[in-house]
C-alpha cells in the first residue's frame, strides 16, 4: 500500500525526481591501510539496486584514469586509497591521490568529494601514519569550510582486545571492551584536537567478518555508522543515498542503542527526499509535510513514508 498523499504524484513528477536522483553522485574518499577493512565496511553498508547480484566491493583492478571512481554503485561512487603503511613509494602514489581528489570538483563546480572517511583498525596501537596523513595531506587540501566532512571510523570493534570482551551471542562489547573503545576513541580524538585544532569525534563499529560464504562475526553499529555518514553529506545527497543501502537489514540490527540511530537515519533521508519532492511538485510536497507532521512521532510512518516513495520512484522509469 502506498502511502496515501504520495499516490498524489504523477508519473511524470515521479520520472523527474527519480532522474534527479539519479544525477546525484555522493563521492566518498575512502582511506585506511591495507586490511583496516575499507571494502568489508562498504560493502555491508551499500549495494547496488540495479544490478541483479550485489558488486562486491575488493581489491579490485584500479583504474587507469582518475575520473573513474574505484566502485561505482549508482548514486555511490568509491575511491579506495590505502595511503598509509604500504612503502613510501606506494604511500606517495596514494597521497598524490588523495592530493588530487580533494581539489578535483564536480560539473557543478563544487568540490567532487562529500566525505572523507579514514578508516583504523580498533586493534591496532599504532595511529601515527593516519595523525600524520591527516595533519599533513588531508586538512591542507580541504577548504575550511568542508572540515566537517571528515569521518573517522574505528572498525573492527570486535577485535580491539584480540577478541575478549566481545560478547559474540550477543554481538555486542561487554562493558571493559566499551571502556577500551571509548578510551581509543578519545586518544585519536584528542590527538587530532592537538594536532590540528580539529574536533572529530571518532565512532568505532565492525563491519563483520565473511569467509567463504560463512559469518564469522556480525556487524555492529552500522547504523549509526551510516547516520553519521548522512550527517556529513550535503542535505539534497542525503536522498540518493538511499537507493544503495544495503538490503540486508541484520546488518544494522546492532547498535550501542545510545540514540535512535535508525530514526535518525529515516529522518535524514525523508527530509532530503521531500526536498526533491518540494522542487517537482511543491503542492504535493505541502500535504506530504502536513500528514507527516500529524503523525511525526510515529516512526512507522517515516518509514513507511520512505519505502513507499522509494519503490513509486523506481517503478517511474
Ligand atoms: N572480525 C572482524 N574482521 C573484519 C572486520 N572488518 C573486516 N574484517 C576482516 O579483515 C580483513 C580485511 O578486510 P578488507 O575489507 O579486505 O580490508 P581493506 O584492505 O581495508 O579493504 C578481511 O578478512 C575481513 O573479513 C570486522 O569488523 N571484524
Ligand atoms: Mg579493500
Known amino acids: 500500500m502506498t502511502y496515501a498523499p504520495l499516490s498524489e504524484l504523477s508519473n511524470e513528477e515521479l520520472r523527474k525526481i527519480h532522474n534527479r536522483i539519479r544525477q546525484t553522485k555522493i563521492n566518498v574518499l575512502l582511506v585506511g591501510g591495507t586490511g583496516v577493512g575499507k571494502s568489508s565496511t562498504i560493502n555491508a553498508l551499500f549495494q547496488s539496486h540495479e544490478k541483479e547480484s550485489n558488486a562486491v566491493v575488493g581489491e579490485g583492478t584500479t583504474p587507469e584514469t582518475m575520473d573513474i571512481g574505484d ?79 571528515i569521518l573517522i571510523g574505528l572498525n573492527q570493534a570486535d577485535q580491539a582486545m584480540k577478541g575478549h570482551y566481545w560478547n559474540k551471542e550477543e554481538n555486542k562489547p561487554e562493558p571493559k571492551l566499551v571502556e577500551r573503545l571509548n578510551e581509543l ?78 530514526e535518525k537515519v529515516d529522518k535524514s533521508i525523508l527530509s532530503s527526499l521531500m526536498d526533491y519532492i518540494k522542487d517537482i511538485a511543491g503542492d504535493i510536497a505541502k500535504k506530504v509535510g502536513e500528514e507527516l507532521k500529524t503523525r511525526a512521532t510515529d516512526p512507522d510512518n517515516i518509514k513507511w513514508a520512505i519505502t513507499s516513495l522509494l519503490s513509486l520512484i523506481k517503478k517511474s522509469k
Request: with cysteine; proline share 4%; net charge negative.
Open 71 to 149: 566502485y561505482e554503485l549508482e548514486n555511490l561512487v568509491i575511491w579506495d586509497t590505502p595511503g598509509l603503511g604500504d612503502s613510501p613509494e606506494k604511500d606517495k602514489e596514494h597521497q598524490e591521490k588523495i592530493v588530487h581528489l580533494l581539489h578535483d570538483k564536480d560539473e557543478n563546480d563544487q568540490p567532487l568529494i562529500d566525505l572523507v572517511f579514514l578508516i583504523l583498525d580498533a586493534g591496532s596501537r599504532d595511529f601515527s601514519s593516519a595523525y600524520t596523513l591527516i595533519k599533513d595531506v588531508i586538512l591542507p587540501n580541504l577548504d575550511e569550510s568542508d572540515q566537517d566532512r
Open 185 to 262: 576513541s578519545q586518544t585519536v580524538q584528542s590527538r587530532i584536537k592537538n594536532d590540528t585544532g580539529l574536533d572529530i569525534d571518532p565512532i568505532y563499529y565492525s563491519a563483520g567478518c565473511m569467509m567463504g560464504g560463512e559469518v564469522l562475526s556480525r556487524p555492529y553499529n552500522l547504523q549509526k555508522l551510516l547516520s553519521f555518514i548522512l550527517d556529513r553529506l550535503p542535505k539534497k545527497k542525503r536522498a540518493a543515498i538511499a537507493f544503495n543501502i544495503n538490503k540486508n537489514e541484520t546488518n544494522f540490527q546492532s547498535n550501542d542503542d545510545n540514540e535512535n540511530y535508525q
